[in-house]
């Protein structure tokens, strides 16, 4: 593992994964066997600009394969700043989706403003249609209904258009007559039986308006992009992440982007359990530290590995294609720290990206966590990014005293800082273990992302996760999880079957969908069947692998879920669904022998680092040099291209034969 200023810019680079995060764009290839990392600045006026240049960095040549994650998607929900939408929608339902369900963030503040649609009232159009639940049609659209319905949303002036009508699940003939009319306009068409053929008409017309609001911005961005890449390298070809941890091609992204918008976090997910397994450790916590935000999740190998939710939530608009289970806090290294009408020191959510940055970059004046982690002489001055870039400690020092406020001295001002960030990081792990019926002393914590490994080793010891991993290219690792991910597509449809009903005609006509898109791009994959099941008269579900045991499957799942099961309760098959998966490329790590070793070879220097109140002196290690059998006990910081980890008194550090660090935690 090394980064890509150590190899010449003549070795090939033919398949290549950029994560574009807030601060830094990330950018991972192979090379001679081994994963190369390269970062660069993030370039938010033109995300593109800096996929570009780190393609031309690492030395991309003609043919390659970019696989992408993107964060467009993402920052065009959580700022609000998508298309024009117009939402069509059978008359009598076209407030559905601003009504949406009972269930409120504080269910007795009678004050709460209501959450604001995606699409005004203005812009919601119903049409005189309906089909009964099981497809039977009732309602045939009348053509002058039609005809009138166009000329209305062209006064309406979108720049895109979502169609959801009720039971289209079952019968879509009625969507297809509506997406034939408005064709001529020219504009995008999100169509809910070809994005999300599944009943719940809330959520399925909230996946589909979505869609909607991202597609003229994140399908224009894709649109440039492939072409840019093409254009720089012959038969070059674009392909994104999606949120559900596997690869699709630019079009598809471009034409239903609601699958991208947790396409970074994603990769980290994959990146994190690929790497963890090939360790030995099969349930992991997942704690993702970049420079606006932390992503944590929690894959339990005893269960099936990665979680998929088909109930996920954007910026408070509900999705329903699959994703990964991931819950993101605001907190990271660009956090700002501020002090409230109050007096109390507050860290985050607002982040100082990458433009003006922290005030040690040289150009923010607001103090932030990654200013914070300097002061504290976790990171090294002349040696962040490989020593590319220099961080200007003298500058920082200035800034925060003058923010400091009633706090003594810079370094207390500095350790509140990171105490409060950390806080918000360990809540955010709560919530996806200990609120689901996880214990964490039963996991290991992959502290990935820029500033994972710095916090890591404090966060588990104050949720008594008893160890901690931090894999190879750390700071990358989101990237490193997108070059290694399957190229995948799920199909779904609801069926309301009895449990005992043959399913075999659902999932041939799903399969056969599956397999004609994988043909249009020449890809050859694998079936993978699955049903969400309930109990007859409930109202939510859960999914099993299809197998003649499922039901008996279901009951064990009910039970360690909810705490209860009833064998003797009819079970009701919901939605049928398909996963098509081709696998990547395989990437063999490099296992070496072990040998006895306490690191003296990596040992550089040692400086006056900050623990718990008081300056230690602490050894400083580079990662690079350190070797498979290396061990050693804490105050230490390693540091290396990506990250620094950082390794407090009492803990001790061991290199594996992957050369992932592999920390035991004090308790």
């Known amino acids: 593992m090394s980064s890509a200023d150590a190899y010449p810019a003549r070795n090939s680079a033919t398949r290549v994964a950029i994560d574009t995060g807030g601060t830094f764009t990330d950018c991972v290839t192979v090379r001679d066997g081994a994963l190369v990392a390269l970062k660069v600045f993030s370039t938010p006026h033109d995300p593109g600009a800096a996929v570009r240049q780190a393609l031309h960095q690492i030395g991309a040549l003609p043919g390659v394969v970019v ?81 009138a319905l166009v000329e209305r949303i062209r006064g309406a002036r979108p720049e ?46 909230s996946t589909i308006v979505a869609n909607a609001y991202l597609a003229p911005r994140v399908g224009t961005y894709l649109g440039k992009l492939a072409t840019s890449i093409e254009s720089a390298f012959d038969g070059a070809r674009l392909e994104v992440m999606q949120s559900s941890g596997g690869i699709i091609s630019a079009r598809l ?119 914070a982690n300097l002061v504290l002489g976790r990171l090294d001055t002349g040696n962040f990014l490989g020593g590319a870039f220099a961080l200007d400690l003298p500058r920082t020092r200035r800034y925060m ?43 290991t914590l992959v502290a990935f992302g820029g500033g994972g490994p710095v916090h890591a080793c404090r966060l588990a010891r104050t949720l008594s996760v008893p160890r901690v991993l931090v894999p190879a290219l750390p700071g990358a690792l989101s990237a490193v999880g997108i070059l290694l991910a399957d190229t995948m597509r799920e199909y779904s449809r609801t069926v309301m079957f009895p449990i005992d009903a043959s399913l075999e005609s659902a999932f041939a006509e799903l399969e056969a969908q599956g397999a004609a898109d994988f043909a249009a791009e020449d890809i050859d994959g694998t079936v993978h069947r699955s049903a969400d099941l309930r109990y007859q008269g409930q109202g939510y579900d859960l999914n099993v692998p299809f197998s003649p045991v499922m039901a008996a499957e279901f009951h064990a799942l009910h039970q360690r879920r909810y705490g ?90 061991r290199v594996d034969t992957l050369r992932n660090l592999v920390i035991e935690v004090q308790a």
Not at 612 to 638: K, M, N, Q, S
């Open 401 to 443: 005293e003058l923010s400091k406020g009633p706090i003594a001295t810079v370094e207390e001002f500095a350790a509140g800082i990171v105490e409060v960030i950390e806080s918000s990081m360990a809540k955010a792990i709560r919530v996806i273990s200990i609120e689901k019926g996880h214990d964490p002393r039963d996991f």
């Open 253 to 371: 992204a471009s034409a239903e982007p609601v699958r991208t918008v947790l396409s970074g976090p994603a990769g980290g997910v994959v990146g994190a359990w690929k790497l963890a397994s090939a360790t030995g450790f099969d349930r992991i916590i997942g704690f993702d530290m970049g420079g606006t935000s932390t992503d944590v999740s929690l894959v339990d190998g005893a269960s099936g590995g990665l979680r998929i939710s088909n109930e996920s939530s954007v910026s408070g608009v509900p999705i329903g294609i699959p994703m990964l289970d991931i819950h993101t806090a605001g907190a990271g290294g660009g956090s700002i720290a501020r002090f409230d009408a109050g007096g109390l020191l507050r860290v985050g959510p607002e982040s100082a990206g990458s433009v003006p940055g922290p005030i040690c970059f040289g150009r923010g004046e607001r103090p932030t966590v990654t200013d």
């Open 67 to 147: 696989r992408h994650g993107t964060t467009v998607g993402t920052n065009t929900m959580l700022e609000r700043t998508g298309a024009r939408v117009a939402f069509i929608t059978t008359r009598g339902f076209e407030d559905t989706i601003a009504i949406g369900r009972q269930a409120r963030p504080r269910l007795y503040d009678w004050f709460q403003p209501a959450p604001e649609s995606l699409v005004p009232a203005d812009r919601r159009f119903g049409i005189a249609e309906r089909n009964t639940a099981e497809g039977e049609c009732l309602v045939p659209i009348p053509p002058a209904d039609l005809t």
């Open 160 to 205: 895109s258009i979502a169609i959801s009508l009720l039971f289209s699940f079952a019968n879509p003939q009625h969507e297809r007559q509506l997406a034939a009319a408005l064709e001529p306009l020219g504009l995008p068409l999100s169509i809910s039986h070809k994005i999300l053929s599944e009943f719940r008409e809330y959520e399925r017309a």
């Open 564 to 653: 209860f099961s009833n064998e003797t309760r009819p079970i009701e098959v919901v939605n049928v669904r398909v996963r098509m998966v081709a696998l990547a490329p395989s990437f063999a790590q490099t296992s070496e022998p072990l040998r006895e070793g306490d690191g003296r070879q990596a040992l550089v220097t040692s400086r006056p680092v900050y623990f718990d109140g008081e300056f230690l002196d602490t050894r400083i290690y580079t990662r690079d040099r350190l070797t498979p059998g290396d061990i050693f006990t804490g105050p230490a910081i390693i540091t290396e291209y990506s990250s620094a980890t950082v390794l407090p008194p009492g803990d001790t550090l």
